[in-house]
Nanobody
């Protein structure tokens, strides 16, 4: 069992930065890949970034590539999402999920077994 808690969201102007954190509890955290997803009002949840159980093989959605960096610290049970040069289209509730994948691809929601409650990001123009 893994519990996930997101934090770090807030309101920023376009061009600003935020660092989201996904804090996990549970002894088996380090076996799971972690993915970040987001859901904007009236839209479906979409993949943002993911990382393997050992912190390798990050994957990013095209919409955030070059602006977002995902990293993890298994010793502290934390996964970070550094977001720079934010644009209004990044406005959404951001969720982290923990899952199992055998192919280092993280965009399929079906691989995720646990989800956090989300943290709101609002970017104004």
């Amino acid at each position: 069992q893994v519990q996930l808690v997101e934090s770090g969201g807030g309101s920023v102007q376009a061009g600003g930065s935020l660092r989201l954190s996904c804090a996990a509890s549970g002894r088996t955290f380090s076996v799971y890949c972690i993915g970040w997803f987001r859901q904007a009002p009236g839209k479906e949840r979409e993949f943002v970034a993911g990382i393997s159980w050992n912190g390798c093989n990050p994957e990013y959605a095209d919409s955030v590539k070059g602006r977002v960096t995902i990293s993890r610290d298994n010793a502290n049970h934390t996964v970070l999402l550094q977001m720079n040069n934010l644009i209004p289209e990044d406005t959404a509730v951001y969720y982290c999920g923990a899952g199992i994948t055998g192919n280092n691809h993280y965009s399929d929601e079906a691989i995720y077994r646990y989800w956090g409650q989300g943290t709101q990001v609002a970017v104004s123009s």
